[in-house]
């Protein structure tokens, strides 16, 4: 069964057009109205749902019901670490998503090859975060780490 994160508030009952990134996401895995769905929101639990309409762009899905599901350490760790350059970041934080991190501080090191300032490093963080969120999907986490 497919699971999207998506991050808006989620209803048993509600019916709602996915964002953008999960609409793509569920027309490149080819679902058609009446495929189930699990939708999470990153806080916690999960949403069974129901395709009710594939357009070109968009989909339509209806909020079934919440299923509670807690996959999570039961204390919260955070992994400080050195910025790494090209794409190393990328891959530890698939990792530190995937065994249950709370969150990933990126730490500026005197000797550190990879400089962030200003709009490249919201870009770079932003980046981040859709990493972070793609893993989630992916290990079956409820919660997105920061």
Known sequence: M???HVDVPLAAG???DLP???ARHAQVR???P???LQLFNGLGGEWLGRVQAMGRQSVSVQVLSYVEADRELPWAVTLAVGMPANERMDWLLEKATELGAVSVQPLLCERAV???DGERAERKR???QAQAVAAAEQC???RVPQ
């Open 20 to 22: 953008p990134g999960a």
């Open 34 to 36: 009446g495929d189930e």
């Open 126 to 128: 932003e980046h981040w």
């Open 2 to 4: 497919l699971r999207l």
């Open 14 to 16: 509600a019916t709602l």
């Open 140 to 142: 079956g986490r409820t």
């Open 30 to 32: 080819r679902v058609q």
């Open 114 to 116: 990879l400089r962030l």
